[in-house]
């Protein structure tokens, strides 16, 4: 074997290589853009959750929203009402469970979203933990008159698990 051919073997091995090279790269680049991506809407879901509770632990900006929906003409929600009437909480106390609910589901929805990535036994108590809440009536209520508006994909995901047998 003279030089000429150790070259080109080398330059073939190289040529090999680079193509390895990018393919590694262009994988790299996928699971980066998927990680920002997650990072993005965790981060969206985290904000609107602090939000929510902020609203939830504070009965005077509760109010405040309660009184200006009133002010402006505005109906309260179809849980917020069926509460006041069925459980005789006033709307202030409604709307209170209303934002605490919105932020369980904003967590519950989060994890839906990335769900096939907890390990199983993680997965099993989350499933485990959706039954158990949504078998609450308050929970129920606040599921049964807001599932149209919540995303289809984690409405479809708990209703699979409510459905299972536990």
């Known amino acids: 074997m003279n030089w000429d051919e150790v070259g080109a073997i080398g330059q073939v091995l190289g040529s090999i290589a680079v193509f390895i090279t990018l393919g590694y790269l262009a994988s790299q680049v996928r699971y ?5 991506q997650r990072s993005i809407s965790q981060s969206r879901a985290d904000a609107v ?13 509760t109010a405040l929203n309660s009184k200006a929906n009133a002010g402006l003409g505005g ?3 179809a849980f917020v009402t069926a509460l ?6 006033t709307e202030v106390e409604a709307y209170t469970l209303f934002s605490e ?3 369980w589901w904003n967590y519950r929805s989060q994890v ?7 390990p199983e036994g993680e997965r099993i108590q989350f499933d485990e933990a959706i ?6 009536p308050v ?21 699979d698990v409510i459905a299972r047998p536990g």
Not at 131 to 136: E, I, L, N, P, V
Not at 142 to 157: F, G, I, M, N, Q
């Open 32 to 36: 980066a853009r998927r990680e920002v």
């Open 49 to 61: 959750r602090e939000l929510l509770l902020n609203r939830a632990n504070d009965e005077r900006l």
């Open 84 to 89: 006041m009437q069925r459980a005789g909480l």
């Open 75 to 77: 109906q309260p929600l």
């Open 131 to 136: 039954r158990r809440f949504f078998g609450h």
């Open 101 to 103: 609910q919105m932020a």
């Open 139 to 159: 929970a129920n209520l606040w599921y049964a008159t807001l599932k149209p508006t919540l995303s289809p994909e984690a409405v479809r995901y708990v209703d």
């Open 112 to 118: 839906i979203a990335y769900i096939d990535e907890l």
